[in-house]
Nanobody
Framework: QVRVVDSGGDFVHVGGSLTLSCTAYGLNFDDYGVGWFRQAPGKDQEGVSCWSGDTTYYADIVQGRASISRDGAQNTVYLQLTNLQPQDTAMYRC??????????????????????WGQGTQVTVSS
């Protein structure tokens, strides 16, 4: 049985940093890709970043402020966010796809292809 756990969200002040984690049980990231999405209250879901082996992608909303990477030993993908702003406040969720080439096309609000989802982790940025 596959289980995806995302964590690392917190309350931070403007300019702060956070590292979100996405850990999967029951599958190996060697064979899957990972995407991060976020949704703020009253707003549409947005694609933030994705990872698939040697492919990474960052949406414009986090370009230059995000870094996504994998810890193979722990089967975890990390999303580091820096210089956080109030508009980054949202519920962040990671999603896992068996379509490794999905990330090559970038990431958007479209979630087609992502099969396994974490429960979400809240990021709140206060001014």
């Amino acid at each position: 049985q596959v289980r995806v756990v995302d964590s690392g969200g917190d309350f931070v002040h403007v300019g702060g940093s956070l590292t979100l984690s996405c850990t999967a049980y029951g599958l190996n990231f060697d064979d899957y890709g990972v995407g991060w999405f976020r949704q703020a209250p009253g707003k549409d879901q947005e694609g933030v970043s994705c990872w698939s082996g040697d492919t990474t992608y960052y949406a414009d909303i986090v370009q230059g402020r995000a870094s996504i990477s994998r810890d193979g030993a722990q089967n975890t993908v990390y999303l580091q966010l820096t210089n956080l702003q109030p508009q980054d406040t949202a519920m962040y969720r990671c999603a896992v796809t068996p379509l490794k080439r999905l990330c090559a096309g970038g990431i958007s609000k479209r979630t087609s292809g992502y099969k396994y989802w974490g429960q979400g982790t809240q990021v709140t940025v206060s001014s």
